[in-house]
């Protein structure tokens, strides 16, 4: 029972959220994980604004520093599993979404991560942070069709708006920052391939290829250029070039490749 408990909190944690989102762009129908990935990187930053507003220390069992009210990681899990339930509206999803989310919600509290509160409040505030984003999605397109590169766009400018009210010296937020702005302006150029396209599974591999190779190739640019410069600013433009590679460079040669066979 502890080992399952612990192995639930992996569908809380923001990097193993964000690796499935990544996943779905390449090898599925690309909008709906687009759509979720701008609101979770949206509720990473609220999380920490949040936070900074209440000021409740994490619990005495605890040991590491900070604020723990709303739970970060309840909070991520809580965004990521409605909006895929929203996405996908099955009934069966929405089962499984709410085990998902009691299981982390009960893992984070036995464990001694985070006390019922903290759990409870992160659960509300994803939960309307969901319930807003989608139904301004709605609200916007009753006047306008808007591209998935604008609707990012849109949540990297409320992310600068409530950046300030957090403490700037946080690498991790820097670095989700860096994706906001990398990933929707580099779809500007792509988004209309990407709206409705499903790929093939050569298509598949072959964006999959395209992503190893060029993490292989800029890895020496980050080691002996970009890590020189300050972690904040190392922090941001890491991945915000490597973003605007996934989101614009491999779909434009997906396309080229496409049509070229």
């Known amino acids: ?6 192995a639930s909190l992996y569908f809380s944690n923001p990097h193993v959220l ?5 996943a779905g ?4 129908r690309p909008a709906p994980y687009l759509r979720i990935l701008w609101v ?13 507003v209440y000021q409740v220390p994490f619990l005495p069992t605890v040991d590491h520093r900070g604020w723990g009210f709303p739970s970060g990681h309840m909070q991520a899990a809580t965004v990521f599993w409605a909006a895929a339930a ?18 982390v919600g009960i893992s984070l509290v036995q464990h001694g991560y985070h006390s019922q509160s903290d759990v409870f409040a ?3 505030f994803g939960l309307g942070t969901v319930m807003i984003y989608y139904l301004s999605q709605i609200a916007l397109r009753k006047q306008s069709h808007q591209s998935l590169a604008s609707l990012g766009l849109y949540m990297a400018i409320l992310s600068a708006i409530i950046f ?5 010296n946080h690498p991790f937020l820097w670095a989700i920052m860096g994706v906001l702005i990398g990933f929707p302006l580099s779809l500007l150029a792509s988004s209309s391939i990407l709206a409705n396209h499903y790929p093939t599974p050569k298509e598949r591999l072959y964006r999959t290829g395209l992503v190893v190779i060029g993490l292989v190739v800029f890895y020496p640019f980050e080691h002996y250029g970009l890590s020189q410069l300050h972690p904040l600013t190392y922090q941001f433009l890491r991945t915000l070039l490597i973003s605007a590679y996934i989101g614009g460079f491999v779909p434009v040669m997906t396309q080229k490749r496409r049509k070229g066979l």
């Open 18 to 22: 964000a690796l499935i989102l990544i």
């Open 164 to 168: 300030p009210f957090v403490s700037l």
């Open 1 to 6: 029972m502890q080992l399952l408990t612990q």
């Open 25 to 28: 762009f390449l090898w599925c």
């Open 122 to 124: 992160a659960l509300e």
């Open 40 to 52: 979770l990187l949206f509720t990473l930053i609220l999380n920490k604004v949040l936070q900074s």
């Open 86 to 103: 929203w996405e996908y509206r099955k009934p069966w999803f929405y089962g499984i979404a709410a085990l998902i989310l009691t299981s």
